[in-house]
């Protein structure tokens, strides 16, 4: 396989894409990478993370995009604007034929609407990522990820890229609609597991007992874990994913689960509160 037919554009050089780029490269695939901040650039830059710093978007056989799908100013607030923005570069200059495969979580629909936008010049799969930075061994770049897309040509197209040249095993889904629910669902059930033992920590210090040592017995029966509770649901991901998985049911029917695990997480903050202010 003759890796100069198999030019990638990395958008988006934070957490996701930096680690991604960086597992291409040390596949010895030839990898440029774009992204709005100049810092983020040159160190990936400098790191040897990517080959050449993109301005135009021409050129490329696969375009992988893992730009921020939160609101800078809140992070736990979903925006789209980096999203489009690159969706918009992306339709005039993108490489007829080419694939995107979109690796950022997105709400339900939005794989459907970038194939809409970009009108199937490209082809557009989502492939949402599962990385956890704590744990990039084994819950990395290359661990199992599930792929969607709207049209087969797509799907083969995306399995191709990610499966036969990045050697990412993948679960293959019949809708990118599924695709985007499975990866917010994810998060939206974390959300829920942590919130649980935030009441159950409040409950506990409300009747003078033990959290841990309670944590500790229950955990020893085999098909329970309840999850410590730590400083409240914070960084972007578990949060904003929760509001898409939230924003979605709500067109179906009044999410109540999500909803009181938001609660219960506020109420928590203001529980712990003067805790976290003593320990700054
Ligand atoms: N970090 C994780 O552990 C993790 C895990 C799973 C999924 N995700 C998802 O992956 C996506 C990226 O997450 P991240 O943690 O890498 O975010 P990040 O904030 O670390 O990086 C996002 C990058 O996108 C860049 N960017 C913003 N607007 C842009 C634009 N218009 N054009 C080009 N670049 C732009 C930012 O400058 C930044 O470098 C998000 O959708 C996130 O939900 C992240």
Not at 28 to 36: K, M, N, R, S
Not at 91 to 104: N, P, Q, R, T, Y
Request: proline fraction near 3%.
């Amino acid at each position: 396989m003759s890796q100069s037919k198999n030019k990638i554009l990395v958008i988006g050089l934070g957490e996701i894409g930096y680690n991604n780029a960086r597992y291409m490269t040390e596949f010895g695939l030839d990898v440029d990478g774009y992204d709005i901040n100049a810092i983020a650039t040159t160190k990936a830059f400098n790191d040897k993370v990517i080959k050449n710093i993109a301005d135009n978007f021409s050129d490329y056989d696969y375009y992988v995009i893992c730009v921020s799908t939160h609101n800078p100013r809140d992070q736990s607030i979903p925006s789209l604007n980096a999203l489009n923005q690159v969706i918009d570069k992306l339709k005039h200059e993108a490489k007829i034929g080419a694939l995107v495969g979109v690796d950022s979580t997105i709400p339900t629909g939005t794989t459907e609407m970038i194939t809409e936008i970009l009108h199937h010049r490209v082809h557009v799969v989502h492939v949402p990522h599962r990385y956890y930075n704590k744990e990039k061994d084994i819950h990395g770049v290359n661990q199992l990820r599930v792929i969607g897309g709207c049209k087969i040509c797509c799907i083969n197209l995306g399995k191709y890229f990610y499966e036969e040249i990045l050697r990412i095993p993948l679960h293959t889904v019949s809708s990118s609609q599924i695709a985007e629910l499975c990866k917010v669902t994810e998060s939206a059930y974390r959300y829920i597991q942590i919130a649980f033992a935030e009441e159950l920590k409040i409950v506990c210090d409300k009747a003078g007992l033990d959290f841990n040592e309670l944590r500790n017995a229950i955990n020893t029966k085999w098909n329970v874990q309840i999850l410590e509770a730590r400083d409240g649901i914070n960084q972007h991901c578990i949060p904003k994913d929760g509001i898409m998985f939230k924003e979605f049911c709500l067109k179906y029917t009044k999410p109540q689960i999500i909803t009181a695990a938001q609660f219960i997480d506020q109420m928590y903050r203001r529980h712990i509160s003067p805790e976290i202010e003593r320990r700054v």
